[in-house]
């Protein structure tokens, strides 16, 4: 038993914990680890083959370890992130959340919009592949996938990698 400084008596396992005061400094201090991913800029562009497509600019910063790689940006389509949810289904174990909706109606032809490539649906599309990004990297099993850093911090994904999880040396 122990005496308190307000004269009560306690056992070691039920004693309060002498907790330190948290400054202003400390409370505005640059956080001991995050990651932070935005899903910017959206880019409508064609291919050789008159075919028009969206992609997205994923900028990523960390001070965590496991990534080599503490500021980065690539451009992703919606197929790219379509991958990155297959891989990770198919080699991890985590639960991976769904993707914002693949948007078939929208494809139809004779539409009296720009379909997939409306302004609104674009904007939609990204928040969903925002929030759905931060999910899967926020997870600290899905945080040693190659993949995941392949689709994070590397230009062109290679998808004849070898799957796997990153070795922290």
Not at 55 to 65: G, Q
């Amino acid at each position: 038993m122990m005496v308190e400084s307000d004269g009560t008596t306690t056992t070691d396992a039920t004693r309060r914990l002498n907790v330190k005061k948290q400054t202003l400094d400390d409370a505005y201090a640059v956080p001991a680890n995050f990651l932070e991913i935005d899903v910017v800029n959206p880019q409508t562009s064609m291919t050789a083959g008159k075919k028009r497509y969206t992609d997205y600019e994923v900028k990523m910063r960390t001070n965590l370890p496991v990534f080599k790689v503490k500021d980065s940006s690539v451009r992703r389509r919606y197929s790219d992130f379509e991958w990155l949810r297959n891989e990770l289904e198919r080699d991890s174990k985590i639960v991976v959340p769904p993707l914002p909706g693949k948007a078939w109606k929208r494809q139809m032809p004779f539409r009296n919009d720009e379909g997939i490539f409306d302004e609104n649906f674009i904007e939609e599309r990204r928040k969903g592949l925002e929030a759905f990004i931060n999910k899967i990297a926020g997870h600290p099993l899905a945080q040693n996938e190659r993949c995941l850093h392949m689709f994070l911090q590397e230009n062109i994904i290679d998808k004849n990698y070898v799957p796997g999880k990153i070795r922290n040396t």
